[in-house]
């Protein structure tokens, strides 16, 4: 099987920053800047490594000018055994557009997300207010459009990032342009999406122009995170263990502008928030019982950052 080591080889940094290493865990966390992918300009960050054979880019079409995203498709790139990424597999292009007339005239394909039996590959659509689901041919590195092929938002919601409880049994929507969460329960058998519910990211009291960008479901499934850009926080919200809807607790502020990704670590103890304009990193420590947040130590200086992930502990050189 292909390492990450492998594929990160083929991976030309573009934009300088340095890294956050985190010891004394069984894991690594770096702060992922700007990359080059063969002609292809993309965070890291939107790039969804499916087995290590092969990678799901939202918002790419190859036929488009070299190094221009083009919001309407989805591309598969197979991973060659050394970590070369091939010519594209499949081009999905979205077609439509919804009520916000700047932000949703044409597709926005954002990301994509496998449903944890990896049974399907959901993408969210802000242009459309759709999460499409797509059947993945591991084999051939083809798409089909999955019966029923989507799920819908309120108009204008601009479905942004999705993320699964650990179950399977419910996914969580995070809408960008209305700052709202979706809920929906998940049939894994018939791959369809129900609506539930649709809270805010938002304290009541907030009357400021905001923006939504991640959400991350804990490890644990009794916790939904979500960023605020504006606001300039982390929301928390607790699930319903049977409803799987979402009770708005609180939002964290996290010391600093523009909080546009964050990730929680493995273990579920720990949150790192990437603050893009104010240059900074910060961590918190997780509540186990109440979910809540608490700043550990002081921001740490990283340069715009804007994805954060975890890789998985190096076995051998």
Do not use: W
């Not at 939904?224 to 263990?241: E, K, T």
């Amino acid at each position: 099987m292909l390492s990450h080591r492998a594929l990160l080889a083929n991976i030309e940094q573009v934009a300088q920053v340095e890294p956050l290493m985190i010891t004394g865990q069984d894991v690594v966390m770096g702060v992922l800047p700007l990359f080059h992918v063969y002609g292809l300009n993309a965070v890291l960050g939107q790039l969804l490594i499916h087995q290590a054979r092969m990678v799901l880019v939202e918002g790419f079409d190859p036929e488009g000018a070299l190094g221009i995203i083009e919001d309407e498709a989805v591309t598969v790139l197979p991973v060659a055994a050394d970590g070369r990424l091939g010519a594209p597999s499949a081009v999905v292009k979205h077609s439509g557009s919804s009520v916000n007339t700047q932000r949703q005239a044409g597709p926005h394909a954002h990301c994509t997300t496998f449903d944890p039996a990896y049974g399907l590959l959901f993408v969210c659509d802000l242009g459309l207010d759709q999460v499409l689901a797509y059947e993945l041919d591991s084999a051939k590195g083809t798409l089909t459009a999955h019966n029923p092929p989507s799920a819908a938002v309120k108009p204008g919601s601009g479905p942004r990032h999705m993320d699964f409880r650990p179950d399977g049994r419910f996914t969580y929507v995070l809408n960008e342009l209305t700052s709202t969460v979706t809920t929906f329960a998940y049939d894994a058998k018939a791959g369809s999406l129900t609506e539930r519910q649709t809270v805010s990211t938002l304290p009541p009291s907030f009357t400021g122009s905001n923006s939504g960008a991640e959400i991350v479901v804990h490890p644990s499934g009794k916790f939904v995170y979500s960023s605020n850009r504006g606001h300039n926080s982390v929301a928390l919200f607790r699930i319903d263990p049977a409803q799987g809807t979402l009770t708005f607790v609180a939002a964290q502020d996290t010391g600093g502008r523009t909080p546009r990704n964050f990730a929680i670590d493995p273990t579920g103890r720990l949150l790192f928030a990437a603050n893009q304009d104010s240059g900074t990193m910060m961590v918190f420590t997780i509540d186990q019982a109440s979910g809540q947040l608490k700043a550990s130590g002081a921001p740490v200086a990283v340069p715009a950052p804007v994805c954060v992930r975890f890789l998985p502990p190096r076995t051998g050189r």
